[in-house]
């Protein structure tokens, strides 16, 4: 892995102070998880371009929201993270939207750094010869058809 990212820096990025060591063993475990498969999808001409610091840290930003933002979430979808209770225009709670915004913002960050889907295009279509000729259908082609 060319760029590295810590749970210092996704604890930051969430808000979650640095002595609060509970979600260690989780955040390792995302960045373990998530790290290798969104680097396999930027291209390697810019993940290897290790001399550029300014495109580095564009990838490890956009990287690094990504994995902050699929941490929220996690922590959202745990009971009793996501009630809201609203009087009027007074809101107590959690607002979940962080999270995939924050996953929105990162992957809009590393869009213009992804690989080119190499799959080759579907180019199927049907010759025919008869193109100048009107179709005859009789009961007896139709046996076959």
Known sequence: MAITITKT????????????????DDIDALIAEMQPSIEYTIADTYLNDTSNAKLQAVLKLGMLEIM?????QQLYREEGASEVFSVGSLSIGSRPEHGSKLIQQGQMRLSPYLKVDEAPADESGIASTTRDTERTFTGESMKTW
């Open 68 to 72: 902050s933002g699929e941490f929220l």
């Open 9 to 24: 820096e996704i604890k930051r990025k969430c808000m979650i102070p640095a002595a609060e060591t509970s979600r260690d």
